[in-house]
């Protein structure tokens, strides 16, 4: 008789985990309390318009090759990706604009010509990032670092050196002041902090390395939107006839013998090992109910969370492209307000991600779809006033910065903010990330992804080790894979 996982959460890293462990010939049941699959991966149509509520950026697509190709099955059979020519657009106060090419000649033609920065420096900044990153990153997101019997102690060794002299120890700003120099180039290579919700000036100089994945590996874009990421997986994990039970309300979780049961719905199913592939936090105190471990993993500093104007837009804006940053005047102060004054920044740095450029069908003809995003503390609660407040600063941004009417060209409108997040996706105040990365031994202090107290429970997802975004998330499934064949 096979053996028996329970997956708690069927967001990108439950789905993955499902499909690996399947594999691995265990019979799986994903439990979900929403009646969808995707957690902040999911997608919503209104007026004509189509969004993806969260995620937007795509690196790393081998992750999600290496899950098709577990079951003899092409990608391309259940979703389509290209490489794009260029992973953002940069709008800097002073009217100065930049593209960042995924064409590391380009870019480095681009720094000189934009900001007078000599090729070598960009050059050189990236050969580093990579070399962190094969000799860093690798280990720390490959690994279940928190398990001494599985780390790689030849990469260890190979990195210990690295690490006490290739400035890890530094915080991002400083790594970046010191190697790039550039006012602007700073606060752009700074922006990677907050691709886990974390505070450049506080975060480890070891986020140095996604600027590779962003730029040496590429940025890509999912045909059909990022929601297709994980409806292809899903579609893989049907045909595999994986157990999904939706909107299920898990009444209790407890250890019983060599086994754990789990009461959801009325229903009581017993099985072999617990998987958690939601917020840890939430696990803790709703699932399994140790208030201890909730307690314990509460005191951590939450990530940011962010406030989402979803505009339909009845117009092009040429200036625009898939993705979008347009940056405050004052970087640090904005991170400040964040993090130290747990308030809502009115000169945000905005991201505006545009899918419609992409597949033009996202929107009417003539049209757009905008998901325009800011930073925001986790757990704010935003009052009518303030939404209208932070909404009049964005738009009178925008619109300064593009030259032209943005207000007038919105046809339709919704929001997604810290409390409704927090309620949607089960994720603790808001906070997109889980704990926020701002110390440098923020990788070691993150929860793991094995309980220590518990045995055969487990931990994936965008809260745990290695962190959080759509591959991070799918590399968190893999390590419990790897958990879970060793110790069986």
């Not at 210990?160 to 915080?171: D, V």
């Not at 400040?336 to 004054?341: A, L, Q």
Request: glycine share 6%.
């Amino acid at each position: 008789m096979k053996k028996k996982i329970a997956i708690i959460g069927a967001g990108i890293a439950g789905v993955s985990a499902a499909l690996r462990l399947h594999k691995r010939g265990y019979a799986v049941t994903v439990y979900e309390k929403n009646s969808y699959i995707g957690g902040k991966m999911n997608q919503f149509v209104q007026d004509g318009y189509r969004w993806d509520t969260g995620p937007s950026v795509f690196t790393l697509p081998h992750l999600l090759v290496e899950l098709y190709e577990l079951y003899g099955k092409k990608t391309e059979d259940y979703m389509m990706y290209e490489k794009q020519e260029h992973s953002c657009f940069y709008f800097f106060n002073d009217g100065t604009t930049f593209t960042f090419y995924t064409d590391l000649d380009k870019l480095a033609k681009e720094a000189e010509t934009k900001l007078g920065v000599r090729p070598e420096v960009m050059l050189d900044y990236l050969a580093a990032c990579k070399e962190k990153y094969e000799v860093v990153g690798t280990m720390f997101l490959e690994n279940p670092i928190h398990k001494i019997s599985l780390l790689p102690w030849d990469k260890v060794r190979k990195a210990l050196p690295f690490l006490i002299t290739g400035g890890i120890f530094k915080s991002l700003d400083a790594l970046n002041k010191r190697d790039l120099k550039d006012e602007k180039l700073i606060k752009l290579f700074n922006r990677y902090a907050t691709y886990n919700g974390s505070n450049p000036y506080e975060a480890s100089s070891i986020l140095s390395m996604i600027a590779h994945l962003d730029q040496t590996i590429g940025t890509f874009y999912p045909k059909g939107g990022m929601r297709r990421i994980v409806g292809g997986l899903y579609d893989l994990a049907q045909e595999q006839e994986i157990d999904f039970l939706l909107n299920q309300t898990i009444e209790s979780c407890k250890r019983v013998g060599n086994q754990y049961e789990i009461k959801s719905n009325g229903d009581l199913q017993k099985f072999d090992k617990v998987v958690s592939a939601i917020d840890h936090l939430q696990f803790y105190k709703h699932i399994l109910k140790d208030e201890k471990l909730y307690k314990k993993y509460k005191k951590q500093e939450r990530s940011a969370s962010a406030f989402i104007f979803y505009w339909g837009m009845n117009q092009s804006f040429e200036a625009l492209d898939l993705h979008n940053i347009f940056f405050s005047k004052d970087y640090k102060e904005e991170f400040h307000t964040i993090f130290k004054d747990l308030e809502v920044p009115m000169d945000p740095t905005i991201y505006i991600n545009i899918t419609s450029k992409c597949d033009p069908e996202d929107a009417p003809a003539g049209g757009e779809n905008w998901f325009v995003m800011v930073n925001v503390p986790a757990g704010k609660v935003f009052s009518p006033a303030l939404t209208a407040k932070l909404r009049a600063a964005i738009i009178t941004k925008l619109e300064k910065a593009l030259k032209r009417p943005v207000e007038s060209a919105i046809v339709t409108e919704k929001t997604w903010f810290p409390e409704k997040i927090a309620q949607d996706t089960g994720s603790y105040m808001g906070a997109l990330y889980g704990a926020a990365q701002n110390t440098k031994t923020a990788a070691i202090t993150r929860h793991p992804n094995h309980s220590t107290t518990y045995k055969d429970l487990y931990f994936c997802g965008g809260t745990v080790h290695p962190g959080g975004g759509v591959p991070v998330s799918i590399q968190s499934a893999k390590i419990v894979d790897k958990l879970i064949e060793h110790e069986h």
